[in-house]
């Protein structure tokens, strides 16, 4: 079965930091690209960032532009997305997801993935 295990949330205050992992359970995620969404209590589902696999191109919703980075490390078959200089506004359940990759760049939207895990909380108050 195949399942994506998100980890690394918690509570940060203001111009904390946090880094969340994305994990594919029984199988590998150099095939797919990854995405980072949330969600935030009665707000829909937003599409924070994603990465190809085929040449790791990424893209950044404008809100964690230049605050946040995502990457890949093919050894351990993971995804990361450093988050830095959180704001109270970035609290949300955090989902990872794996799609396909046409070789038009990280997909943005949730209905282009196929697989996704249960979230992390990321909860950013002082």
């Known amino acids: 079965q195949v399942q994506l295990v998100e980890s690394g949330g918690g509570s940060v205050q203001p111009g904390g930091s946090l880094r969340l992992s994305c994990a594919g359970s029984g199988f590998r995620l150099d095939p797919y690209a990854i995405g980072w969404f949330r969600q935030a209590p009665g707000k829909e589902r937003e599409g924070v960032s994603g990465i190809s696999s085929s040449d790791g191109s990424t893209y950044y919703a404008n809100s964690v532009k230049g605050r946040f980075s995502i990457s890949r490390d093919t050894v351990k078959s993971l995804v990361y997305l450093q988050m830095n200089s959180l704001k109270p506004e970035d609290t949300a359940v955090y989902y990872c997801?794996?799609?396909?990759?046409?070789?038009?760049?990280?997909?943005?939207?949730?209905?282009?993935?196929?697989?996704w895990g249960q979230g992390t909380q990321v909860t950013v108050s002082s």
């Open positions: 997801a794996a799609g396909r990759d046409y070789g038009l760049g990280p997909p943005r939207q949730p209905y282009e993935y196929d697989y």
